[in-house]
């Protein structure tokens, strides 16, 4: 545990601390100090792309459904695969963490992370359609290890990498999902922890070990139906505590720059714990879904980069959005200092976490609605760890050359992993959780860093086509990019 504890502290403990006054004081890590500097340089560098064409993300999310080859996936549903694993426990626990932690204010800077990571989204996506392969099989691979060795010539890098994009989704990262699954199991229906465990790992074998084909028809049926309940459930809410919505949303920007007595002395948790769950619900410039959008056929890298970009929205404005406007309207939260001191407490007591939400929503609808929220849960971490599986055995498949039992093995790894969810506390979890993101967006943020001139000039390519009224094709010659698979033969 100790060996956690200070890789934790590497990643995510205070590299610098800037007094705010009120007594309070905002600390960056290593990775805020990374992260947030280079969304800001990509949303410069795009020209604000996250304002400017968000019409586009808008048009080509609704008309990137062509049909997909046989091995491949279509743009439509790599947007439905990248947004199902990003729409998991950060969107529901861990805005609840954000704003016990930080208060209602932390949102606000979760929206800010957004709107930031979305120009990160579109870029590393770019550049993972841009540099993909064609396998043998006949599916796209690609993402980080691919952009990282064929576009920085850096084969070590590539390899780092991959390792860590396995460790991560593969081992650290699932059981922070299967860990909040079997929490509400046992307050809804008062199920042991262990066998409801065992029979998510069940049926996650059965489904991880199909194709990406598998998983994307699976996501495309479950993601969207999940968001549309939850979002549901909180706009009846936000309905039923109408009169509560001005004054919430003033405590939401008060707070968030510390011009509420109560909150003001929690101002740097307030920033701290809302960027780092920002960070961890959109996984903006991780890698994440750079390695799902590689499987989506499109005929220009810049248009999945844009659903990409687009998919960042949807996961934090709309659905972390709505778990904090469920939790705040009806005052099931609490809000403590950096000591672990109660300075707001209106849950009497009960533990900071999805059960906060589902009393929320049992003391608005009933007790049915506890039920209905662990169903929930289920595809919201269903469709989560089917995304993590795929990400780590697409790094698998880069490190072994597509070794079939390499990626059997990676599979009974990645089910054995979850299964640590429900043994394990939710602190070490979540531990575990932050440290797989930390060690990807180290590996991957330094990458587009150094290729974001290439992402660049494959968005002006977009635009200038666009603006010649043309259908934007991209040619990988004309970028200095092999195409020796053929990956984007069928577009010349």
């Avoid at 204010?105 to 979760?110: S, T, V």
């Avoid at 084909?213 to 009846?236: D, F, N, Q, S, T």
């Avoid at 469709?383 to 039992?405: D, F, K, P, V």
């Avoid at 967006?441 to 660049?456: P, R, Y």
Wanted: hydrophobic share 50%; net charge positive.
């Amino acid at each position: 545990m100790k060996i956690v504890q200070f890789i934790y502290q590497c990643l995510w403990g205070d590299l610098i601390t800037i007094p705010l006054g009120n007594g309070s004081s905002l600390g960056l890590s290593l990775l805020v100090i990374i992260l947030i500097p280079a969304g800001l340089y990509f949303t410069i560098r795009t020209r604000f792309l996250p304002f400017r064409l968000f019409p586009d993300m808008l048009r080509i999310t609704i008309s990137h459904n062509k049909k997909s080859e046989k091995d491949s996936i279509s743009g439509l549903q790599a947007l439905i695969v990248s947004t199902a694993t990003r729409v998991g426990m950060g969107n529901l626990v861990g805005v609840v963490a954000a704003i016990s932690a930080g208060g209602a204010g932390a949102l606000f800077w979760m929206w800010i992370i957004a709107i930031i990571g979305a120009a990160s989204a579109f870029t590393e996506s770019t550049l993972a359609q841009a540099y993909k392969v064609r396998h043998a099989g006949g599916e796209f691979v690609g993402g980080p290890a691919y952009y990282i060795e064929r576009g920085l010539k850096c084969k070590p890098y590539a390899i780092l990498f991959a390792v860590v994009a396995f460790l991560g989704p593969g081992v650290l990262m699932p059981g922070v999902q299967i860990n909040s699954l079997v929490m509400v199991f046992e307050e809804a229906f008062s199920v042991d922890k262990v066998i409801v465990g065992v029979i998510c790992c069940i049926v996650l074998a059965i489904v991880v070990f199909g194709s990406i084909k598998r998983i994307a028809r699976i996501a495309e049926l479950l993601a969207p139906l999940m968001c549309a309940i939850y979002m549901g459930l909180a706009i009846v809410i936000l309905g039923m505590n109408i009169t509560r919505v001005p004054v919430t949303f003033a405590m939401i920007f008060q707070s968030a720059f510390g011009l509420q007595p109560l909150f003001g002395g929690i101002l740097g948790s307030a920033i701290a714990w809302g960027v780092k769950r920002g960070i961890y619900s959109n996984e903006a410039g991780m890698g994440c879904g750079a390695i799902v959008s590689a499987a989506a056929e499109c005929s220009h890298p810049a248009k999945q980069g844009l659903v990409q970009a687009f998919s960042i929205y949807v996961d934090t404005l709309l659905v972390g959005t709505s778990t904090a406007l469920i939790i705040l309207l009806t005052g099931t939260y609490d809000v403590t200092d950096g000591a672990g001191n109660l300075l707001l407490d209106q849950t009497g007591g009960i533990e900071a976490g999805i059960k906060w939400t589902q009393h929320a929503l049992m003391s608005s609808y009933g007790s049915w609605s506890g039920k209905l929220l662990a169903v929930i849960i289920v595809l919201f971490v269903f469709t989560s760890m089917t995304g993590y599986c795929y990400q780590a055995e697409a790094n698998i498949r880069y490190l072994t050359g597509g070794n079939e039992r390499a990626i059997t093995l990676c599979r009974m790894i990645f089910v054995l992993a979850s299964f640590m969810g429900c043994l394990v506390s939710a602190d070490a979890m979540w531990a575990l959780g932050d440290i797989g993101y930390g060690l990807m967006a180290w590996a991957n943020i330094i990458a587009i860093l150094l290729l974001s001139k290439q992402a660049s000039a494959i968005l002006k390519d977009y635009e200038v086509q666009k603006k010649e009224k043309k259908r934007p094709v991209f040619d990988p010659a004309k970028f200095g990019i092999s195409d020796d698979s053929g990956a984007w033969a069928k577009e010349k």
